[in-house]
């Protein structure tokens, strides 16, 4: 699945190229993703314009000039394929384009999975492809936006004003494994599989540590916790800078690789060689909440 950085890169994307846009068109080539479109959906959006695209953990919010929201999450396996006016002119056939995707050698699966097209006003179209169908794309009133069954539980974002003070208060008297509290979205959102063993390794702490044992007994955060706060931090701005990470052929709205599965320093590096200097330890995996976990065991304790 998508985590953050891999969202927030397609958020600058869509940004560069959507904003200020005004939907010409909308195909929905199927009724429903993960859920049903709303009743509407693409009648509503004719004539309407994209005022600002916002991310939330790892959903992305498109705000329109009604005050209305598009609420998106990329599921499994969705993206969102970005074709300039000139582009679209290329794919252009005599068939049916409301029923058979013309992008299909752009887009992949010879565009049997191209369920959602966006139109503008400069002629460029926003392809939402998505072959697992596990994505959504719902439209929100402004209002709803704190109270939504998707959003309203979701913690603070890593970025901006979270601190390790915030992470020692959700964490204190936790009994749960660091690693599976770090993939719970209610204690910080967006973090994912990988770069919650990309910031423990970096920390030295082993991932089936007891949360609680990082904050103190006057529920201040340890040194340890100090650390991990940064360097969870850290990774997922290196990881945005990048791109994120290419993996299950996750790719931004222009079909570029990220570039962070480069930088991997635990996570899919079983049996080979810690990369700390002096560890000499070697990676191993092991399985926590069904989800691989990749670690030292000489260095993260």
Known sequence: MPELPEVETVRRGLEQAMLGRTFTGVVLRRGNLRFPFPDGFATHLLGRKIESIRRRA??????????????SHLGMSGRYTLFDAEKVKQFETSQNIDEHSRFGTATGFDGRHDHVEFR?????????TDPRRFGIIDLIEVGEEQIHPLLETLGPEPF?????NQLAKKLHKKTTSIKVALLD????????NIYACEA??????HPQRQSKTLVRKDGKPTKKLHLL??????VLEQAVEVGGSSLNDFADVNGTLGYFGHHFQAYDREDEPCLKEDCGGTIERITQSGRSTFLCPRCQR
């Open 160 to 164: 901006g004003d979270w601190n390790a």
């Open 229 to 234: 706060h940064e360097n969870v931090v850290q």
């Open 120 to 128: 503008f006003d400069d002629g460029s179209v926003a392809v939402y």
């Open 58 to 71: 790892k959903y992305l919010l498109l705000d329109l000039d009604d005050g209305r929201i598009i609420l």
């Open 200 to 205: 423990l390794h970096r920390s030295g702490i």
């Open 185 to 192: 979205q209610r204690v910080v959102v967006g973090v994912g």
